[in-house]
């Protein structure tokens, strides 16, 4: 039976939900806006199956096959429309696409009509707006791991896209390898609080006395480095916060909003657990390197298996492309803080 006495043990996966075959488990929300596992002690049957799913209790191991020293690519997609509708340099929606458009499904994340995010599950190709541009809220997982081991049964193939301690939790909920299954984790910062979120969107239609009716993390109008949170409201109005005066955005940068176990995180470092990781390159450059850094978005991609180092090959021609070495990522900033928080 899975029993979260310290909340620092928990990442809010839900893949313990997913396998319990008495549908024990249910999630509760705390003070924090953090979701946290409570199991009905009258439907368990003590079959451990949610104790052999976690991948707080079982994290290591998990990068086994991995490369120590990944080979490392600079990405800005080419179509600057492209790149001004992602949040980077374009690399998540340019890989989605292709899978898509070769037959895999795509297990990402998409907003709710609340503006609460959930984990999503399509081969629609008509779908991929809705799953790209990042979102920096705790996703609600309920359902997705099951569904993707289903498919992959079946002998589908399946993008899989989310945190690294969500990909953690796919790799330990599936038990074994699949050669169809794409795995892509970014560069993570923590996750934020849907409650608290909840109330600055609340707070921002209070001063603007309207609706919310659009909101994009990362919008370019005022530069790519500025962080910029875009509100669009049904009045017709627009907000542009950037990470200087945006509450969210300070709150965010501050890290009060962030799950106690971002703070111990078992899935950074390398070797990495995914695939693929992809994430913003905000290197500037040094004379006589491309110019890929003019505010507008620019990406890495850093190969951490064969198969992501392969899957590259479909999609580089898309790109202005630079290879580096691994340890640029992590010039001007913490490898423990950035690269997998």
Known sequence: MISIINNRECCGCQACEDICPKAAITFHTD????????????????C????????ILHHEGLNKGNK?????????????????????GAAYPAIAKWCLEHGYYVAGHIFNEDYTVRG??????????????????????????ATVRKLLKNGEKVLLSGCPCQIGAMKTFLQKDYEGLLTVDFTCMGIDSPWAFKKYIESM??????KLAYFKSKSKETGWRDLTNKMIFESGK?????????????????DILMRPSCFECKFK??????????????????????????????????????????????????????QKEVEVLFKGRSEERRVGK
């Open 31 to 46: 003070e924090e806006g953090f979701w946290y596992p409570n199991v009905d002690m009258d439907k368990c049957v003590d």
């Open 48 to 55: 451990h199956l949610c104790e052999k799913v976690c991948p």
């Open 68 to 88: 120590t020293h990944p080979e490392t690519f600079i990405l800005q997609h080419k179509d600057t429309a492209e790149r001004f509708n992602s949040t980077s």
């Open 120 to 145: 999503y599950v399509t081969n629609s190709l008509e779908d991929l707006e809705i799953l790209r541009k990042s979102k920096y809220l705790q996703s609600d997982m309920k359902g997705v791991y």
């Open 205 to 210: 239609e209070k001063i603007y006395g309207s």
């Open 238 to 254: 627009t907000y542009f916060g950037t990470r200087t005066v945006d509450p969210n955005l300070k709150a965010t940068f501050l």
């Open 269 to 322: 470092g390398l070797p990495r657990i995914s695939d693929i990781t992809i994430g913003d390159f905000w290197h500037r450059r040094a004379p006589g390197e491309i110019a890929m850094d003019d505010n507008t978005g620019t990406s890495y991609y850093m190969a951490n298996s064969q198969k992501g180092l392969e899957f590259l090959t479909n999609i580089e021609n898309l790109f202005r492309s630079e």
